[in-house]
Antibody, heavy 128, light 107 residues
């Protein structure tokens, strides 16, 4: 079964740090790009960032809202991706999901990719 | 612009057909993917590419695209289809971008 399991969420004070983990199973993790997506309570989905595979130089990209504060890494030997969050703000409070991206295909002049599967999410609360 | 616009809420009578739309410039060159999210649960992929359904997604779900608009159609909506639906494409930097979501109510 293809599965992602996040862990590491919790309560942290503003300005603090937290590291989330995403353990993968059931697919070739080392060849997959992994993303983090968050969702504040009652709000929509917000892409946080991604890390590509070794074949793509472990390239990372981040949303403007977290760039310079968050770092995504991975350990292919452990089939795990990480999200290191520093200088946390109250507005970072959200459920954080990890997900795998697939595709990157082009057909008929249009390109496409998709996210599947998604983990169950882990709640991060930034509050004093 | 780097935005994907969805109607905040849509309703449909049980057994009827409903279309959920997503508008954005990136959709002219990038097919949307669609995700269903029920309360307290993680998103689930329902449509990707031109009109592809993952294994396990009922064939009443279909996708289409025209110009800057992508659509998710549910033909014969069921009570269990009541959920939030999100489209996804790319922003001007090529990074993933989600629409604001549409809350579907099945009456």
């Amino acid at each position: 079964e293809v599965q992602l399991v996040e862990s590491g969420g919790g309560l942290v004070q503003p300005g603090g740090s937290l590291k989330l983990s995403c353990a993968a199973s059931g697919f070739t993790f080392s060849g997959s790009a992994m993303h983090w997506v968050r969702q504040a309570s009652g709000k929509g989905l917000e892409w946080v960032g991604r890390i590509r595979s070794k074949a793509n130089s472990y390239a990372t990209a981040y949303a403007a809202s977290v760039k310079g504060r968050f770092t995504i890494s991975r350990d292919d030997s452990k089939n795990t991706a990480y999200l290191q969050m520093n200088s946390l703000k109250t507005e970072d409070t959200a459920v954080y999901y990890c997900t795998r991206s697939l595709g990157g295909y082009c057909s008929g002049g249009s390109c496409y990719s998709w996210f599947d599967p998604w983990g169950q999410g882990t709640l991060v609360t930034v509050s004093s | 612009s780097s935005e994907l616009t969805q109607d905040p809420a849509v309703s449909v009578a049980l057994g009827q057909t409903v279309r959920i739309t997503c508008q954005g410039d990136s959709l002219r060159s990038y097919y949307a993917s669609w995700y269903q999210q029920k309360p307290g649960q993680a998103p689930v992929l329902v449509i990707y590419g031109k009109n592809n359904r993952p294994s396990g997604i009922p064939d009443r779900f279909s996708g289409s695209s025209s110009g800057n608009t992508a659509s998710l159609t549910i033909t014969g909506a069921q009570a269990e289809d009541e959920a939030d639906y999100y489209c996804n494409s790319r922003d001007s930097s090529g990074n993933p971008l989600f629409g604001g979501g549409t809350k579907l109510t099945v009456l």
